[in-house]
């Protein structure tokens, strides 16, 4: 298994998409945490305008946790697409299979190193956000106070198990449908628009609105409310705005946890049994 | 033949797609350890579901087959396969030495193989570069490599000369047959009949799925005949008839085709000559593998 997971940590590791995506979304998760709530602060406008305390390092966990249960999820879901839809489209899962691992060897491999690289898209995006606070923190002159290394080693875990579940979403689409466009495609119109508009007719029709509360939204949010992230911001956080409804945290986490076992569970499935055309 | 002889063995394997699709139907195949075996079919015959199916990439749908062995797809049966199966796939994005890494190390093969195939192939200098800057010839022997990265005891290899240059496609025959020497197994198919009939210990024909030929390309082709032109063609025949060497003759091409040794030519030739019949043409003759694979996949058209 370990000479299997290099392999797949190989494969990966000198894949541009890998390194695009963990560029695009370090830049844009700093952009939209810091870089224009710092200008609105500075132009007086915004969101029930922005307040320099929001901005500074005390508040690092939750500015930046606050992006994590859909803007990262969806960059998480493409990754999760491309580790294995690729595959399809390659035929590489043709020659992986005729090696001598198992059919779910290779799928625990790919889901070891698929879960090593979202470490760095965690870390890249605390780091960048420390550094923005910081320096937004000493030009305000303001006093640098950090959370405490519990709250951020939370933090860092609870975002690195955010992206891990909408991974997972992604793994099972992209096995589902045997390549990344339609995989892709489906797994953004879910996380845009099917919660959302479901979310928004709740309020109409009753019966929608338990079925919410086990959204992969609600949760995700749910679970990082716990840590900080503002709820105020949260509502008015542009396509992935959320105004609840929240769940308590240990809800929360365990739903996910149960959607991240379920999609595996049937994208393992589904990989053992169909044939490898 | 003892058991243990066999490397492929199919028991009625079956593939359907649904109601009306039969791609494999009731497929008996043996495969002999240390033999190139040639496998021939025309397009849609089954060949690569076969292959497939062998390699535990698609199940049957019904019958049994055994590789090495071991269950098809099983860990222990792949341990000692190498397969090229239609065009080779390989990430784009990765040199060619480091897609054969990504194979050894999912193979569990030590990385100093990955150098060593890169050498039987010829392409040691080009290992750094990104396959996607590879030519058709070259992801070919890239894939064949990747084949060869556990030094397998069965090679299946599918149409492994496609897109090849005519002496990339020579160096790949002789490789092959050197492959199939000491001991290791070579499955081999291919629609090129000469490629076949240069390389192959034992030919198997399939057609709509079911084996419908198998022997050595020697036994496929038939006896020698005798081809004679002669006039008047009629007399010819009908002494031809009556002479005891001679055990058929048919009326052929303008010509007669004499089913006999072609060691008694010079008897034939003499007795004809002797009945006053001229004699312009007397040469032995042969079917060739084509002639012979034609017969055999097309017949049931031909009934129809």
Redesign the interface.
Known sequence: MTTSVAAELLVVRKRSSTWILLGIWSVLAVLFAYVIPYVEYLNGSGPGNRSLEDLLPDRLVGNLLAGFPFFGGVFALMLGVLALGSEYGWGTLKTLFSQRPGRLQVFGAKLIALGLVLVPFVFTAFALGAGASYAIAVREGADVAWPSASLILRALGAGWFLLAVWATFGILLGVASRGTSLAIGVGILYALVIEGLISAFADSVSFLEPLTKFFLRANGYSLVKGLGVSTVDVAGNGPGAFSGPYVGSAQALIVLALYALGFLLVSGFLLRRRDVA | MNKSDLVIETTELTKRYGERVVAVDGLNLRVRRGEVYGFLGPNGAGKTTTL?ML?????PTSGSALVLGATP???AG??G?G?L?E????????SGR?NL????????VPAARVEVVLEEVELTEWAADRVSTYSLGMKQRLGVA?ALI?DPQLLILDEPTNGMDPAGMAEMRTFIRVLGRGGRTVLLSSHLMTEVEQICDRVGVIRAGRLVGEGTVHELRGRESLRVRAQPLDAAERLLATLPEVEDVAAVDGGLRVTADPAVAAAINQALVQAGIAVSELRPEQASLEEVFLELTQSEKEAA
């Open positions: 497939r390699l535990g990439l698609v199940r797809g099983s860990p792949l341990a396969i397969a199966v065009t080779p796939s390989l990430y784009p994005f990765l480091d890494g990504v194979l050894a190390r999912h193979a569990g990747a556990k």
